[in-house]
């Protein structure tokens, strides 16, 4: 039996080049997590033109959708979407395989395009979520540290207005000298 491989093409903006994808990656281990249980790597690979790879030397097919993506990413210079591919698929050379296809599944084509993962825009949303996460994560660790040293002091003591009131790096001070941590 075959041993199974997972592959991705990659043709985003980005010029990256090949590498592996771990999905342990996408979930970082927080304090006192265990480690997952299950492992994926799948390996990328770069296919826009001017990488080079040898699987566009290899293929023809991957060869010409790398050819389109680009083309259509040219086009977008200068022009909305729709014509853009549109363009594309017009000047795309007349020996290409994937010609006809994309002529006669035009509309599928772009509502692809239109529909495509935007690597930016959803990497900003990740970076938004993953810093609402941390100040969230950060106000509870600080509520909790606040709360630990409120019961060691004695209320009405400078100390606890300190605590109280004092800034961020009064409290910290506190911190150190009852050894909250």
């Known amino acids: 039996m075959p041993v199974p491989k997972l592959v991705t093409f990659y043709n985003g903006a980005t010029d990256i080049g090949d590498r592996v994808l771990r999905l342990s990656d996408s979930f970082p281990m927080a304090q006192n997590a ?26 023809k097919l991957l060869s010409e959708y790398s050819w389109f993506v680009e083309e259509v ?28 296809y994309m002529i006669a599944h035009q509309a599928e084509v772009k509502n692809m395009l239109f529909t495509e993962y935007d690597e930016k825009e959803t990497m900003e949303l ?45 409290r910290q001070e506190l911190f150190k000298k009852y050894n909250i941590v």
């Open 126 to 170: 990740f970076r938004k979520e993953g810093r609402e996460e941390g100040i969230k994560e950060g106000r509870e660790e600080g509520s909790n540290l606040l709360a630990k040293l409120i019961r060691v002091l004695t209320p009405g003591s400078k100390d606890y207005e300190d605590a109280l009131n004092g800034t961020y790096e009064t």
């Open 34 to 59: 265990e480690a997952a249980d299950v492992e994926v790597c799948v390996k990328m690979i770069n296919i826009r033109p001017q990488y080079g790879s040898d699987h566009l030397k290899n293929c």
């Open 73 to 100: 990413r040219r086009n977008r210079e200068t022009m909305d979407i729709e014509p853009a591919i549109d363009y594309a698929i017009k000047d795309m050379p007349e020996d290409y395989v994937i010609r006809p």
